[in-house]
């Protein structure tokens, strides 16, 4: 049913009937995704991120009839067809799918897992969620789970990463808040360090602060 669906999602009603003979789970990502979870458009959207674990790469091919795919390559993304052959690397290959029946640019996302658990795949296994707690679904589209999309988006701060944290942060329960609250210092830490920073170890992201559950 998509009666009880407010304006505004009509991309993602686009993009649901596109991946609908996909035979693998896949989700919405982005900004997309945290306004799935706070149940109306937040903000304007130029394109839709979808995320298929990297194990899942071969559905793309064999299920996707009709799309064209396009792998995205180097700093600037830029596009040739997707090679045969060649495998997709979570993290850093992305794939943008081609269709007259896609209102906006639609790319593809890989994302790593072990099991049943999602993980994040930069070299950070201890960031992992069951898969069953890392995807939701609000009006038949599958989405990732708020907190696995802010874990991504803390580190880059850009001002829509701002907006979506703001648009979510009062959907988010206790449990949520904790996960996120330590994804994002093992992530903000780490890159601290990276970066030379003698206080690392101690260093706090501006949002653990606002994390922390009140109730």
Not at 109 to 115: C, I, K, Q, S, W
């Amino acid at each position: 049913m998509t009666d009880s669906i407010p304006p505004g999602f009509e991309p993602l009603l686009a993009i649901r009937s596109l991946l609908s003979s996909l035979t693998v789970p896949w989700w919405i990502s982005g900004g997309w995704a945290i306004d799935l979870a706070a149940g109306r458009p937040t903000r304007p959207h130029g394109d839709i991120d979808v995320v298929l674990l990297e194990r899942d790469e071969h559905a793309l091919r064999t299920d996707l009839l009709g799309v064209e795919l396009l792998l995205m390559t180097g700093p600037g993304h830029g596009e040739q067809l997707w090679p045969p052959g060649r495998r997709l690397v979570a993290g850093s290959d992305r794939v943008r799918l081609r269709s007259p029946r896609l209102p906006l640019p639609c790319e593809v996302l890989l994302e790593a897992a072990v099991g049943s658990r999602w993980v994040y795949h930069r070299g950070q296994s201890a960031i992992n969620l069951p898969l069953s707690e890392a995807g939701r679904e609000r009006y038949g589209i599958p989405f990732l789970a708020p907190e696995v999309v802010l874990v991504t988006k803390a580190v880059f701060m850009r001002h829509k990463d701002e907006q979506d944290f703001e648009a979510v942060l009062p959907f988010l329960d206790a449990r949520q808040r904790q996960w996120l609250r330590d994804g994002i210092t093992r992530r903000w830490r780490s890159a601290r360090r990276r970066a030379g920073d003698p206080g690392a170890e101690t260093s706090e992201h501006p949002w653990t602060a606002r994390l922390i559950d009140t109730d």
